[in-house]
């Protein structure tokens, strides 16, 4: 075996450790809530020891932080590809139902996502992960509304598609707040495509 070979196996096995120490963090802080996890938790989930912690991750700060960059970038490459397959014309109501699928499926990523946005409003450096993120997710729904512009018109209300893309994400934010304090996923995906469906249609589910 070459050094190429031993130092390829080396990166896979470190790439291997972080993806399962990230699961293992990811499942611990929906069940007991970032604050009240230790490192040596974390590791015990894993199956891996404090050296391979430290291998990785500098501080359990640096692990959160981690955590929440790749499941916000997989939810926005979700919520944009949900938004992309109805080519030019946009069928609101199928978008909807799409968007509301990826964004609800799971409750465990909103309690994480609480936590982070509670660390990020005593952190700024944290915040501006944070800003960016939600600016990413705005800015996908965004792009695809105005690609959409000359086949379905928005309620004038709203403004641009910018103005419709901040409608959106609020009523997210609003439905899922309901949404983790009953845990009802299939009325919390109702009311928001509900929702979602009124304010980017004139209420029947049609363009306006």
Same mark, same amino acid.
């Given at each position: 075996?070459?050094?190429?070979?031993?130092?390829?196996?080396?990166?896979?096995?470190?790439?291997?450790?972080?993806?399962?120490?990230?699961?293992?963090?990811?499942?611990?802080?929906?069940?007991?809530?970032?604050?009240?996890?230790?490192?040596?938790?974390?590791?015990?989930?894993?199956?891996?020891?404090?050296?391979?912690?430290?291998?990785?991750?500098?501080?359990?700060?640096?692990?959160?932080?981690?955590?929440?960059?790749?499941?916000?970038?997989?939810?926005?490459?979700?919520?944009?590809?949900? #938004?992309? @397959? *109805?080519?030019?014309?946009?069928?609101?109501?199928?978008?909807?139902?799409?968007?509301?699928?990826? !964004? &609800?499926? %799971?409750?465990?990523?909103?309690?994480?996502?609480?936590?982070?946005?509670?660390?990020?409003?005593?952190?700024?450096?944290?915040?501006?992960?944070?800003?960016?993120?939600?600016?990413?997710?705005?800015?996908?729904?965004?792009?695809?509304?105005?690609?959409?512009?000359?086949?379905?018109?928005?309620?004038?209300?709203?403004?641009?598609?910018?103005?419709?893309?901040?409608?959106?994400?609020?009523?997210?934010?609003?439905?899922?707040?309901? #949404?983790? @304090? *009953?845990?009802?996923?299939?009325?919390?995906?109702?009311?928001?495509?509900?929702?979602?469906?009124? !304010? &980017?249609? %004139?209420?029947?589910?049609?363009?306006?």
């Amino acid at each position: 075996m070459t050094a190429q070979d031993t130092a390829r196996r080396v990166t896979k096995r470190r790439a291997r450790t972080r993806a399962n120490l990230l699961d293992a963090a990811f499942a611990v802080f929906a069940a007991k809530g970032f604050g009240r996890v230790s490192i040596e938790e974390v590791c015990e989930a894993a199956g891996y020891s404090r050296g391979a912690f430290y291998s990785n991750f500098a501080t359990l700060d640096e692990l959160f932080f981690a955590l929440y960059q790749e499941r916000a970038d997989l939810i926005a490459a979700q919520v944009a590809d949900a #938004l992309a @397959l *109805d080519g030019p014309d946009l069928d609101v109501p199928a978008s909807v139902d799409r968007v509301t699928e990826v !964004l &609800l499926l %799971d409750v465990d990523w909103l309690l994480v996502k609480t936590d982070f946005l509670v660390h990020a409003a005593r952190d700024p450096a944290v915040a501006h992960a944070l800003l960016d993120h939600r600016t990413r997710l705005r800015e996908a729904i965004a792009d695809r509304l105005f690609r959409a512009r000359g086949h379905t018109e928005l309620p004038a209300v709203l403004g641009d598609a910018d103005g419709a893309a901040r409608a959106v994400v609020a009523a997210y934010d609003g439905v899922t707040t309901q #949404l983790l @304090l *009953d845990k009802d996923v299939d009325a919390a995906r109702t009311w928001l495509g509900q929702l979602l469906t009124a !304010l &980017l249609t %004139d209420g029947s589910g049609t363009p306006a």
